[in-house]
Structure formats: C-alpha cells, structure tokens
C-alpha cells in the first residue's frame, strides 16, 4: 500500500504544476493516470522486488550448494575450482598440469577452437587459480565458469498455439529442456546425461513455434536439474552444437555477468554469420548490463506489455536491439519477448552467413514499429517486433 500512495502523490504533484513545467521548457513526462495507478499497484510492486529476488535466488544457489559453487569477486555464483580456458597451446597445458592443474574435459567449439575445463590444484582457491592461469599464458582467454540464470518468471503456458507442419525456420534454443507438449527436432544435455524438460525452456519453444508455425526447434539443455547448470562451459558448448547443425539463429533467454570465454565463442560465432538473440534482462532501468544480451553482434531484446509500454523491470542501454510483447498470461519478462525476435529472423535467415545475417537484421529494423524516443533509443531500441 505505501507503493500506491507514494504513486498517487507522484501523480497528483505532477498534475499540480504545468505552469512550471511549461516555463522551464521541459518535456513533460507520461505518466500513468490514477486510475492506472491503482489497477497497476499489485503487479508493479511485484516488478519492482525482482531485482531482489534475483539476489535472493543467487545467494540461495551458494547456500544450498557451497560443494559445487562459490562467489567470483563481484560476488556472482561460480563452479568451484573450475578454470574454462579457450585456445590453449601445447605449451600452455603442459604449464598448468605443471602446476597441478587437472583437465576435466576439453571440447572442440568449432575447428580451429578448442575449450578446455581445468581444476584448480588443492588448497589452491578458484580465484588465485585464475589468476595463475592468466598470469602464466597472457594471450590466453581464461575466466571462471559462471552460471547463468533464466530471465523470467519460470510458468509454463498452456495452449500454445502449434502447427503440425515441420517445414519451418531452423531455431536454435539453449536453456533448460523441452518437455514433449513441444516438438522439437533435436534436444541434447550439456548439464547432466539427459535432457530434463523445465518450465522455462518449455515456455519458450512454444513461443518460438508459436512465432514462426512449423519451427524446426533444435534444443540445448543446458540446466539438467544439476547445481551447476547454467554454466558459461555448457553455454560454449551448446553454441558449438548449434553451429555443427548449422543452424543460423539461436535464442538464449538467459542472463549472467560477462564471461571472457563465451565472448570469445559468441564473436566467433557472430563472425561466421550466427546469430544470436538475447533477453536484456529483468534487473531494473539502473541495473548494469547483463550478458549474452550485451556482448558485441549479440541482438539484445526488451520486453513490453500488453499496451506497448516497457516492463518496468526491463534492463535498458546500448545493448537493447528490439522489443517485443513480453507478457504471458501470469508469466512476464524479457525472457518471452526474445523468441519473437528469434523467430522472425529465423524465417529470414534459413542458413549462417555473415552478409545474409547482417541484411537479416538490418530488414527486421525496417519491419520494427518506432516506439518511445523517435529512432532507436537504449528503452525500445529500433522498436517493437510483432509476431506474425
């Protein structure tokens, strides 16, 4: 309630001095009538505590799993002892293992790269790891293997509204699994042994198919049901999947911190005519950008709701590309606008190509409907995308 009268006089003391606004010649600001106010009130306090759900649910990660994660220094969850490390020559590795270092695994990202996960030596912690790693190989691209959470309320929505055609775009989906409501070409785990279908996941390819009719979905699990799933490793590799499958567009509604070594990956993949579409994030307006969404060649995405006005937990800057509708039934967050944007590039882009992607985009622009600030703006970006 203390939201919805400190709203109200917000309205009113607005309403109350035009004259002053007029004189100095300021823009006058849209702001919701009362009666929006008070229909408004439950759900914004609802988006206004997200931010701080989020926290809550990184700080219970790193409770509930202390064996498996820990904190990097800006206090984001980690994979214990784990080093990823993209490129390593002979020399490199032999130095590390040298130094006590294990291989856990080590897998090809495309044919030139390679990604290799090191743990660290005993008693030795997960950052002083890191910082022996890059100190010892400074061309290397080392970081932390840091997790990435969904970027919206995890509900799954009924009544999707499928074809039973198959002979639409080929998308490309890392997230959680895919239950079989959803038909999906082809699912692999990157987590655990087995793909395990999640409401998040599920939600969103019956977005995409819902989007682009007949959508070929290729589906990389990256989650599991494991402690550590979301992981930055699971994200490269499922990437790496996807382009063996040479599929052109891929949708990550996921957020995280930036991470050295999927950077490297996305900016090879972007490279070669990939194109990935990201959720910016439900952190607030102030909230500092979030990743993939804001790497370089990444199509960043906010939402809006029903009435084309941005959800007041979307995450804004330079990295917002597109917005599209973001509100499903109860469930709402930028996670469910970037599948319409997937989808509608997809279905311009059946193969990657670097050319072929840039015109993809650059035509979607065309098709965007302005909204907010005349031309692209860090709220809308170059506008609202409907789906077909």
């Known amino acids: ?23 100095l010649g300021l823009p006058v600001p849209q702001v919701p009538s009362v009666g929006e106010v008070v229909t408004q009130a439950g759900q914004i306090g609802e988006e206004l505590e997200r931010p701080l759900q989020d926290r809550l649910q990184v700080r219970d990660l790193l409770r509930e799993h202390r064996r498996e994660l820990e904190s990097d220094p800006q206090g984001m969850p980690i994979v214990r002892s784990q080093i990823l490390a993209l490129g390593m020559n002979e020399a490199a590795l032999a130095a590390a293992r040298a130094q006590g270092f294990d291989v856990v695994r080590s897998d090809a990202i495309d044919a030139q790269t ?12 997960t950052r002083r790891a890191l910082r022996r790693l ?14 990435h959470l969904e970027s919206g309320v995890a509900l799954t929505i009924a009544g999707f509204a499928q074809s039973g055609a198959s002979g639409g775009p080929r998308v490309g989906l890392i997230d959680s699994g895919v239950d079989a409501s959803v038909h999906v070409v082809a699912q692999r785990a990157f987590a655990t042994e087995q793909p395990v279908a999640g409401p998040h996941g599920t939600t969103i390819a019956g977005l995409i198919r819902t989007a682009a009719p007949g959508a070929r979905i290729y589906a990389a699990d990256i989650y599991g049901g494991a402690p550590t ?6 994200l490269a590799r499922a990437l790496g999947w996807l382009a063996t499958e040479n599929v052109a567009v891929i949708n990550v509604s996921l957020v995280g911190p930036r991470n050295r070594v999927v950077e490297a990956v996305v900016s090879r993949k972007a490279a070669r005519g990939f194109v990935i579409v990201a959720a910016v994030g439900n952190d607030g307006p102030a909230a500092a950008p979030l990743f993939p969404a804001s790497y370089d060649g990444v199509v960043g995405v906010t939402g809006v709701d029903a009435r084309d006005r941005v959800l007041i937990e979307a995450g804004r800057g330079a990295q917002v590309d597109f917005a599209a509708i973001g509100v499903q039934g109860r469930a ?14 997809a279905a311009r882009l059946p193969a990657p190509g ?4 840039q015109n993809a985009i650059a035509t979607l622009r065309g098709d965007a409907r302005d909204l907010g600030a005349r031309g692209r703006d860090d709220v809308y970006g170059y506008g609202l995308i409907s789906a077909p």
């Open 1 to 23: 309630m203390t939201r919805v009268f400190a709203l109200l006089f917000l309205v009113l003391a607005l309403g109350a001095a035009p004259a002053a606004r007029a004189q």
């Open 332 to 345: 709402r967050g930028t996670s469910y606008a970037a599948p319409i944007v997937a989808a509608r590039l």
């Open 354 to 357: 670097a050319s072929a992607a």
């Open 134 to 147: 890059r100190q010892a190989d400074p061309q290397g691209v080392y970081d932390f293997d840091h997790l």
């Open 114 to 125: 390679s990604m290799v996960t090191l743990r660290a030596p005993a008693r030795m912690s």
């Open 229 to 234: 799933g979301g992981a930055s490793s699971a």
